[in-house]
Nanobody, 124 residues
Framework: QVQLVESGGGLVQAGGSLRLSCAAS????????MGWFRQTPGKEREFVAG????????YYADSVKGRFTISRDNAKKMVYLQMNSLKPEDTTVYFC?????????????????WGQGIQVTVSS
């Protein structure tokens, strides 16, 4: 069983940056592929970024490619999402997720554990 806790959200002006962090506990962190998702009320949860177990391979949604960077520190059991050039349309709740697999997935149902979510608000 893995517990995930996100931090680092908040309010930022358009064009600004935020760094989300996700702390994992209760499991062997390095066996999990990690992902960041986001969800606006009334809409489906969408894939934002994913990272392989080693951290060598990363994947991004087209909407964030070139602006967001996912990374992980297996020794600290942390995964990060650096968000630059933020836009008002990035405003929503962001979730950290873990998948016990060797393959990064983009479907929420493929992930085994989830954080509680954290709000990111980008003002125009």
């Amino acid at each position: 069983q893995v517990q995930l806790v996100e931090s680092g959200g908040g309010l930022v002006q358009a064009g600004g940056s935020l760094r989300l962090s996700c702390a994992a506990s209760g499991g062997i962190f390095s066996i999990y592929v990690m992902g960041w998702f986001r969800q606006t009320p009334g809409k489906e949860r969408e894939f934002v970024a994913g990272i392989s177990r080693s951290g060598v391979s990363t994947y991004y949604a087209d909407s964030v490619k070139g602006r967001f960077t996912i990374s992980r520190d297996n020794a600290k059991k942390m995964v990060y999402l650096q968000m630059n050039s933020l836009k008002p349309e990035d405003t929503t709740v962001y979730f950290c997720a873990a998948r016990q697999s060797t393959v990064v997935a983009v479907r929420p149902l493929d992930y085994d554990y989830w954080g509680q979510g954290i709000q990111v608000t980008v003002s125009s």
